[in-house]
């Protein structure tokens, strides 16, 4: 186990209202489980995974594998030599409650990137992180993507109807 301050780069994100956007194609990711609005420029590319610093969602964690634009959140870049993103971001995922219950602050909660540095996580070598990826993107397919979930169902269901007929 190392800190996640130890294995990853931790870069909020850039202060921005949706007067001072100009309409684009990049969603603007902050405090909300999905984007707030759209802009004309990403500061964010490739695999990136979201916490939201703030508000009722503080501490909501994200993945995006498209060009974003980060605002009142961080995002967390892992060491590649060292971590696969979106290994991190199951690790993170799974321990979504315990990263809510890091929120300080009376009216409007927050989590700190300074308090999140120190966070644990597990680093088993790269090929066991693609295995656990493979894996759990498997089941979250299954379970959230009616495309996939569905069609999986019917199948089985069907080989059950035709085991007991």
């Known amino acids: 186990m190392e800190d996640v301050g130890e294995v ?22 902050a405090n909300a489980p999905n984007p707030i609005y759209l802009h004309n420029e990403s500061n964010r590319s490739g695999e990136t995974i979201v916490i939201a610093r703030s508000g009722a969602y503080a501490g909501l964690i994200s993945f995006w594998s498209q060009p974003i634009f980060v605002t009142d959140a961080f995002s967390v870049h892992p060491n590649d030599a060292l971590l696969k993103s979106k290994f991190v971001y199951h690790v993170l995922k799974q321990k979504q409650e315990t990263i809510h219950s890091m929120k300080k602050g009376g009216g409007v909660p927050h989590v700190r990137v300074k308090d999140f540095e120190s966070y644990p996580i597990p680093i088993p070598p790269l090929s066991e992180q693609e295995r656990i990826v493979a894996i759990l993107d498997k089941f979250d397919a299954l379970v959230n993507d009616i495309s996939v979930g569905l069609p999986a169902e019917i199948n089985a269901r069907r080989r059950q109807y035709e085991y007991y007929r």
């Open 8 to 29: 990853a780069n931790l870069l909020r994100g850039t202060a921005i209202t949706e007067k001072g956007t100009i309409p684009g194609i990049f969603p603007v990711v």
